[in-house]
T-cell receptor, first 114, second 111 residues
Framework: NAGVTQTPKFRVLKTGQSMTLLCAQD?????MYWYRQDPGMGLRLIHY???????AKGEVPDGYNVSRLKKQNFLLGLESAAPSQTSVYFC?????????????FGPGTRLTVT | KNQVEQSPQSLIILEGKNCTLQ??????????LRWYKQDTGRGPVSLTI?????NTKSNGRYTATLDADTKQSSLHITASQLSDSASYIC??????????FGAGTTVTVRA
């Protein structure tokens, strides 16, 4: 099993450009999350999904959109990138089958917006 | 607002020594508390998960404690190794599957 994978690993964008980050999981988990991690701060939730076809806003959703057309994929889109979106982005899934619902993270995508 | 505060922000220890990291939280209603290890350039990996009724849990040389009354947790690393150099993140989960993350403690182990 690959677990949680993220594509791409690195990306440099110019202000105003758009891009899509892909998160894929092969564990059949219902819940998927997108976080951003910035220096000196804890991971902050951008958007999440509790199942195929559903999405919800997290703590810092502005400037991002998401889609969950297939259960195994969760896409994060930046419509018009800004330097403030320079960050490391992590995707995560939750196994609700466990009482403590273990959370699994992808390896991250490092995005720089110039 | 749910908050998770970790201390210290960073620490340096010599190989073979022990250290303890602290976590205070205000998350409510509480479901469970996790400690994650995050190596540089990698995603966080779970070390321990404790529910309300558990006050200690071990994973090898890592031992986590939880005092749900005072809303405090600690992570103790015994006989540190160079591979323990990483960021350690305290994460508290509410009962709606939303998680609150601390900023992490960066541990550097030196030979």
């Amino acid at each position: 099993n690959a677990g949680v994978t993220q594509t791409p690993k690195f990306r440099v964008l110019k202000t105003g450009q758009s891009m899509t980050l892909l998160c894929a999981q092969d564990m059949n988990h219902e819940y998927m999350y997108w976080y951003r991690q910035d220096p000196g701060m804890g991971l902050r939730l951008i958007h999440y999904s509790v199942g195929e076809g559903t999405t919800a806003k997290g703590e810092v959703p502005d400037g991002y959109n998401v889609s969950r057309l297939k259960k195994q994929n969760f896409l994060l889109g930046l419509e018009s990138a800004a330097p403030s979106q320079t960050s490391v982005y992590f995707c995560a899934t939750i196994d609700r089958g466990l009482p403590t619902y273990e959370q699994y993270f992808g390896p991250g995508t490092r995005l720089t917006v110039t | 607002k749910n908050q998770v505060e970790q201390s210290p922000q960073s620490l340096i220890i010599l190989e073979g020594k022990n250290c303890t990291l602290q976590c205070n939280y205000t998350v409510s209603p509480f479901s469970n508390l996790r400690w994650y290890k995050q190596d540089t350039g990698r995603g966080p990996v779970s070390l321990t998960i404790m529910t309300f009724s558990e006050n200690t849990k071990s994973n090898g040389r890592y031992t986590a404690t939880l005092d749900a009354d005072t809303k405090q947790s600690s992570l103790h690393i015994t006989a540190s190794q160079l591979s323990d150099s990483a960021s350690y993140i305290c994460v508290v989960s509410a009962q709606d599957y939303k998680l609150s993350f601390g900023a992490g403690t960066t541990v550097t182990v030196r030979a």
